[in-house]
């Protein structure tokens, strides 16, 4: 394909480099969770190739974030003509430049007990002012610049959401959540359960017995009962308490699992109810009902 039509490729490409220390893996993890296809330690030259490959992917990449440092051999000057040419790549490019000062990465490298890249043959204060020097030029190509010398991971996570996250309510978080039955088994990886086997249960009334959650007969024998609407808006409402403080301390997913007996009518019908009330609040939840196919 003809380089010049590069920048019709990709969404989003984001850059990461920086001070070797400062974090630039936790910031690649946090773009992963977000939804970037992410590659590490990749040479320069061979961007515009991944760039090419990512769009054969006919879709499913449109949002990659490569790190680049000192680990591929390249001098600075080669990954500053790759900056300059960011923009025949993607709609929307950033360069992301994660620093800290000396006494933190010292400290930081010290307790990994990790080789600093450039210290190999002087002292790791030595290692980190020569890696400072020569990042300066990347440092003034960037066009987003971190300090994480007062940053926690978490800190590091939610920054990095707030500048390339998602506009929505949600805060770059995963939410699914998944109806099942007690009776086969809990699901794995759940972090919040909610039991609704107190329910009245259309398993036992004439003509509902074969039907699902998902049929109008179910939800409304359901909404007869006051008790349905009060578990939904509890539930809703310790979600919409929850979901963004997990999120304000990096947790990128989040599994709320509803459960009846078989599976098949009463979760089914709450986590339907839950996923309409949780779009209405911003949020875009996947959806599962792990068991409402099996037999009666």
């Known amino acids: ?16 480099t920086g001070m070797s220390g400062s974090g630039k893996h936790t910031a690649y993890k946090a773009l992963e969770d977000m939804g970037y296809f992410c ?29 680049v440092d000192f680990r591929s051999g390249e001098t600075p000057a080669e990954f500053a003509l790759l900056f300059g040419r960011l923009k025949e ?15 933190v990465l010292a400290r930081r490298y010290s307790e990994t007990r990790r080789i600093h890249p450039l210290a190999r043959s002087g002292s790791l204060l030595e290692g980190i002012q020569k890696e400072r020097m020569e990042l300066e030029r990347l440092r003034n190509l960037a066009d987003v610049v971190i300090d994480t010398s007062r940053f926690g991971v978490h800190d590091l996570r939610k920054a990095i959401q707030e500048r390339y996250g998602t506009e929505n309510r949600s805060d770059g978080m995963n939410l699914s959540l998944i109806s099942f039955g007690f009776k086969n088994g809990i699901p794995f990886n759940t972090d919040l359960l909610f039991d609704v086997r107190f329910l009245p249960n259309p398993f036992f009334v004439e003509g509902l017995k ?39 301390e990096g947790k990128s997913y989040c599994t709320a699992a509803v459960g009846c007996t078989g599976g098949r009518h009463r979760s089914v019908m709450v986590v339907n109810q839950l996923n309409t009330r949780l779009k209405g609040e911003g949020f875009n939840p996947s959806v599962r009902h792990r068991d409402s196919a099996l037999g009666v």
């Open 89 to 103: 790549f993607a709609r929307i490019c950033s360069v992301l430049f994660l620093e800290a000062n000396d006494e």
């Open 1 to 16: 394909m003809p380089e010049g039509r590069w920048k019709e490729l990709l969404d989003s490409l984001v850059i990461v």
């Open 39 to 67: 590659v590490d330690n990749l040479p320069t030259p061979l961007v515009p190739r991944l760039v090419q490959l990512a769009h054969a992917s006919e879709g499913r990449i449109n949002n990659l974030a490569i790190v």
């Open 210 to 248: 074969s039907k699902t959650g998902d049929d109008r007969e179910v939800v409304e024998y359901m909404k007869r009962f006051s008790e349905t609407e009060e578990i939904i808006s509890r539930i809703i409402d310790m979600l919409l308490y929850l979901l963004p403080r997990f999120a304000r």
